[in-house]
Nanobody, 123 residues
Framework: QVLLVESGGGLVQAGGSLRLSCAAS????????MGWFRQAPGKERGFVAA????????YYADSVKGRFAISRDNAKNTVYLQMNSLKPEDTAVYYC????????????????WGQGTQVTVSS
C-alpha cells in the first residue's frame, strides 16, 4: 500500500503558475505509475496528467497540454505537477493517485489516492 499527500495548492491569478507536489510513503514508489486528477465544484473528477513508473512516458488531458507538466523524482518519492498559464477554469481540488503496472487516464484504475489540494485561479 502507498500513502499519498498532496501540497502546493493555493490562490493564484489567471496567467500565474503553481507547482503541486505529491509525496508518497513506502519503498516501492518507483514501481507505481502516478496520475493527477481534479474535481471542480459541481463536476465529476477528471483526468489531468499521468506519468509512467520510470518517468519516460507522460500523458495529458487536452485541456492542459502545453500548460501543465508532470514529473517525478523517485529518489524523493515525489511526483510533481507544474501548472503554468493558469485559467479560472483550472480551479479545482487536485488529487494525485497511484497504480501499479502502467499509467492510465482512467480514475477507476487507480486504487490509491491522496486527500487533495485546492487550487483557485482568480480572473
Amino acid at each position: 500500500q502507498v500513502l499519498l499527500v498532496e501540497s502546493g495548492g493555493g490562490l493564484v491569478q489567471a496567467g500565474g503558475s503553481l507547482r503541486l507536489s505529491c509525496a508518497a510513503s513506502g519503498r516501492t514508489f518507483s514501481t507505481y505509475a502516478m496520475g493527477w486528477f481534479r474535481q471542480a465544484p459541481g463536476k465529476e473528477r477528471g483526468f489531468v496528467a499521468a506519468i509512467s513508473w520510470r518517468g519516460d512516458n507522460t500523458y495529458y488531458a487536452d485541456s492542459v497540454k502545453g500548460r501543465f507538466a508532470i514529473s517525478r523524482d523517485n529518489a524523493k518519492n515525489t511526483v510533481y505537477l507544474q501548472m503554468n498559464s493558469l485559467k479560472p477554469e483550472d480551479t479545482a481540488v487536485y488529487y494525485c493517485a497511484a497504480r501499479t503496472i502502467s499509467s492510465s487516464s482512467l480514475e477507476y484504475e487507480y486504487p490509491y489516492w491522496g486527500q487533495g489540494t485546492q487550487v483557485t485561479v482568480s480572473s
